[in-house]
C-alpha cells in the first residue's frame, strides 16, 4: 500500500491527519462559545439560538457548492485552507456544549470562584473545563471523524492528487478499474480502507475513560479544583470539609463561619470554611 504509485498513500494519511489536527481548533471555539452562551445572559441570545438551530439544519452537502463559489473568488481552492477552513465551524458541537454547560456546572460554583477572585478567564480554564471534559471529549470526537470522514467537500475543492484525504484518494483507487487500462488492485484499496479506520478506534479506545463515571477524568472537579490565589473551591455539602482533612485542618484563605447556636442566642463557630460558601 505504501509504495504503490510512488509511496502516494503516505501522502494522502499526512494529509488527513493534517485535516485532522486542525479540527480540534475548531471544538475549542465550540466549546468557548457553548459555554459563554450557557452562562452568561446577554441581549441577542435568543437569536443565537434560532441561528445555531438554523445551521444545524442545513445539511453540509446543501453549503458544499457556496463554499466552493466563495473560496474559488478568494483563490483558496485546491490548497488546504479549503479543508482546514470549514472544519473550524461546528454548529452542532457549539449547540452541544451549550446543552451540556447548562447542567455540568453548577452557577454556585462559579459564584464562589468569583468571591474568591478568580477573573473569568481563569474560573472557566481551571474551574469549568475539568468539569466540561465528557462533552468536550464528544465535541471534539464528532468534530475529528466529521473532518476524517469527509467526501464530497474535498471532491470538489481539491484537484491536485498529492492534496487528497484518504476518502479521495481510495475512492479514486477503487474507480480506476473502470478506467480505461486501468489495473483493478481492490487488495491494496481493502487494506488502505483497513489502515483508515485504525486511527479512530485508537482515538475512541484513549478517551472512553472520560465517559466512565467512575474515572479519576470523569471525577476530577467534582471533589475540589484550584482557585485563584491558591484558594479552594469545593463542592462539598456546605458546613462539611474534605473527607481527607480533619476538623482542626485549617485551608488556605478560609475563615470561621459563625452561626447561631440553636439553644442560646450566643454566635457559636462551626468550624473553617472556604471563601465564597456560606451557610443557610
Not at 490548497?79 to 457549539?94: D, E, K, Q, R, V
Not at 470526537?141 to 481539491?158: Q, S
Not at 454566635?267 to 456560606?278: D, H, R
Request: neutral net charge; hydrophobic residues 50%.
Amino acid at each position: 500500500v505504501f509504495s504503490y504509485q510512488d509511496g502516494i498513500f503516505a501522502r494522502w494519511l499526512f494529509n488527513t491527519i493534517l485535516y485532522v489536527v486542525v479540527a480540534p481548533a475548531g471544538a475549542l471555539l465550540a466549546i468557548m462559545g457553548g459555554y459563554a452562551l450557557a452562562k452568561f445572559r446577554f441581549p441577542g441570545r435568543k437569536a443565537v439560538f434560532v441561528v445555531i438551530i438554523g445551521a444545524i439544519s442545513v445539511p453540509g452537502i446543501a453549503l458544499a457548492v457556496p463554499q466552493f463559489l466563495l473560496f474559488a473568488k478568494l483563490g483558496l481552492t485546491n490548497t488546504p485552507w479549503a479543508m482546514i477552513i470549514p472544519s473550524l465551524i461546528s454548529p452542532f458541537g457549539l449547540y452541544l456544549m451549550w446543552i451540556f454547560s447548562e447542567q455540568a456546572v453548577p452557577q454556585e460554583l462559579l459564584e464562589a470562584a468569583r468571591v474568591d477572585g478568580a477573573s473569568e478567564f481563569r474560573t472557566f480554564w481551571q474551574i469549568s473545563l475539568p468539569l466540561l471534559a465528557p462533552g468536550i471529549v464528544t465535541t471534539a470526537l464528532f468534530t475529528i471523524v466529521a473532518t476524517w470522514n469527509k467526501h464530497f467537500l474535498p471532491l470538489i475543492m481539491l484537484k491536485d492528487a498529492d492534496w487528497y484525504p484518504l476518502t479521495i484518494g481510495l475512492n479514486q483507487w477503487k474507480d480506476q478499474a473502470s478506467t480505461a487500462g486501468g489495473q483493478a488492485i481492490q487488495n491494496l484499496v481493502i487494506t488502505g480502507s483497513l489502515i483508515t479506520i485504525i486511527p479512530l478506534v485508537i482515538a475512541f479506545l484513549c478517551l472512553q475513560k472520560y465517559w466512565q463515571p467512575d474515572s479519576p477524568q470523569a471525577r476530577q472537579g467534582v471533589s475540589g479544583v484550584g482557585s485563584a490565589d491558591g484558594g479552594v473551591f469545593t463542592r462539598l455539602a456546605a458546613g462539611s470539609l474534605p473527607p481527607s482533612a480533619p476538623p482542626s485542618t485549617t485551608l488556605p484563605h478560609q475563615r470561621e463561619v459563625i452561626v447561631p447556636s440553636p439553644s442560646s442566642d450566643e454566635l457559636e463557630p462551626v468550624g473553617k470554611q472556604p471563601c465564597g460558601l456560606f451557610i443557610p
